[in-house]
């Protein structure tokens, strides 16, 4: 069964950028038909959608992060990446990767357990 | 705020049936599917319905999802302790280009 396994910094200075990866095993992430996603939520707080990257390469983001953030696919590896660029505070969350479907916007499935990252210095 | 609307906290005892209500616009729900996460405490997200109304393989029955216009909701019946979790609804907004999350409920099972 496919699974996905983030990694990355958990510590992580504001105005720096964050990198985290997530490793996908069980399958190919070059298969056709989906996505691979980026959800955030912050400590006590709800999901936020980050964007996603479909096996070709283009990537949908959200509005209100997309001049911060670059999602990007390593077919070599079988794993994606995030990066997210001058981060605050505001940041400060745990980050999940999630496959996605592709026609089927909003269905995550799976998950990946998810790692906390903290901004601060 | 988020863009979907949940109450933020549902309750009930052992056995009996709970509604989680999620409302939005005709530019989300109104026009794209409803997909509903279960998150157990500690634990990541996981998919509960898809497309609406369809249960993935390994969701019990008791679990059902509807839609109707703008709003849509998430049924438990028979409700029992191990259900005690945060409930997510998700769909996709035009207008904003993106997925957007309901604020979650958390369920108490008394």
């Known amino acids: 069964q496919l699974q996905l396994q983030e990694s990355g910094s958990g510590l992580v200075k504001p105005s720096q950028t964050l990198s985290l990866t997530c490793a996908v095993s069980?399958?190919?992430?070059?298969?056709?038909?989906?996505?691979w996603s980026w959800i955030r939520q912050p400590p006590g707080k709800g999901l936020e959608w980050i964007g996603y990257?479909?096996?070709?390469?283009?990537?949908y983001y959200n509005p209100s992060l997309k001049s911060r953030v670059t999602i990007s696919v390593d077919r070599s590896k079988n794993q994606f990446s995030l990066k997210l660029s001058s981060v605050t505070a505001a940041d400060t969350a745990v980050y999940y990767c999630?496959?996605?479907?592709?026609?089927?916007?909003?269905?995550?499935?799976?998950w990946g357990q998810g790692t906390l990252v903290t901004v601060s210095s | 705020q988020s863009v979907l609307t949940q109450p933020p906290s549902a309750s009930g005892t052992p056995g009996q049936r709970v509604t989680i209500s999620c409302s939005g616009s005709?530019?989300?729900?109104?026009?794209?599917?409803v997909y509903w996460y279960q998150q157990l405490p500690g634990t990541a997200p996981k998919l509960l319905i898809y497309?609406?109304?369809q249960r993935p393989s390994g969701v019990p029955d008791r679990f059902s999802g509807s839609k109707s216009g703008t709003s849509a909701s998430l049924a438990i019946s028979g409700l029992r302790s191990e259900d005690e979790a945060d409930y997510y609804c998700?769909?996709?907004?035009?207008?904003?280009?993106?997925?957007?999350f309901g604020g979650g409920t958390k369920l108490t099972v008394l």
């Open positions: 999630a496959r996605g479907l592709t026609g089927r916007k909003g269905r995550f499935d799976p």
């Open positions: 069980g399958g190919s992430i070059s298969s056709g038909g989906y996505s």
């Open positions: 990257i479909y096996h070709s390469g283009s990537t």
């Open positions: 005709s530019s989300n729900i109104g026009s794209n599917y």
């Open positions: 497309s609406n109304n």
């Open positions: 998700a769909a996709w907004d035009d207008s904003l280009s993106g997925v957007v």
